[in-house]
């Protein structure tokens, strides 16, 4: 057992705890499903529209390397669902105005993690655009040609391989780095590197369990873009929540003073 100054204790979990978490956060939508579901129609429809203006002037590669990356920064997308379960926990019922407006996300720590994840999302973008040109000379300008050259042939059915396995690797360190440091920075008390290094120890600890949820997230996601992102309204309010009830699971919170105010086992 290792013992790390300054930060949160880190707890185990079992691997079917993930399960619980996606009742848990059922459960707390159902408690203000108004304002949330709100706040997912509010994501869906900026997720469209920004999809269909790509689509609309022909970048069809981007339509889909946008909607990959969609899971990478999600998690900060998620501050008004993150803001309704800490809300939810504290016996209070969350107005659309403070999901919307989150105070607490409003601060240096939260904008320098915000600027980590839209920098690997421009990687992504780059590293999908470098795997595309390399499968083909030609350029398909419209997504019905695009699947059919993905789907449809040798070199599409590369390039798929290729990107998943490029696209996969960073999307999990990316989420290694956020899935509790993004819920862990509405405490005021918490900044970006404490949270980030909460968040690595607390992947270590829990690999396989934390694995499972990240391949939980990524399904519901990618499934809610099929979607046209119709889905989301439920799905990406229902994630936030139970995300804030895994935070809750793995890691300590922090007191006014620093201290840790719960017990846990150390990681």
Not at 233 to 259: C, E, H, K, T
């Amino acid at each position: 057992m290792d013992t790390t100054l300054g930060l949160p204790a880190i707890r185990t979990i079992r691997l079917s705890t993930p399960f619980g978490w996606l009742a848990e956060g059922w459960r707390d939508l159902m408690k203000a499903p108004g304002p949330l579901l709100l706040y997912g129609l509010a994501v869906a429809a900026a997720s469209f529209a920004l999809c269909y203006a790509v689509y609309a002037t022909n970048g069809a590669f981007w339509v889909l390397a946008l909607t990959a990356g969609f899971v990478i920064i999600a998690p900060i997308l998620a501050m008004g669902p993150y803001e309704a379960g800490r809300r939810l926990d504290l016996g209070e019922r969350p107005r659309l105005g403070q999901i919307l407006f989150v105070r607490s996300a409003f601060r240096q720590d939260v904008a320098y993690l915000s600027l980590l994840l839209v920098l690997i999302y421009f990687l992504w973008g780059r590293v999908a655009q470098i795997v595309y040109g390399l499968s083909t000379f030609h350029v398909h300008r419209d997504v019905e040609s695009l699947v059919a050259f993905a789907v449809g042939s040798s070199d599409g059915h590369g390039m798929l391989m290729i990107g998943a396995l490029t696209g996969g690797a960073l999307a999990f360190v990316t989420y290694a780095l956020v899935v509790v440091s993004a819920p862990m920075l509405l405490n005021p008390n918490a900044n970006v590197f404490a949270a980030v290094a909460t968040s690595v120890r607390a992947v270590n600890a829990n690999f396989f369990p934390l694995l499972l949820w990240a391949v939980i997230i990524t399904a519901l996601l990618l499934l809610s873009a099929a979607t046209g992102f119709l889905a989301l309204v439920v799905v990406f309010p229902w994630l936030g929540l139970a995300s804030w009830r895994a935070y809750r699971a793995l890691a300590d919170d922090i007191d006014q003073r620093g201290d840790q105010t719960a017990g846990g086992v150390i990681a």
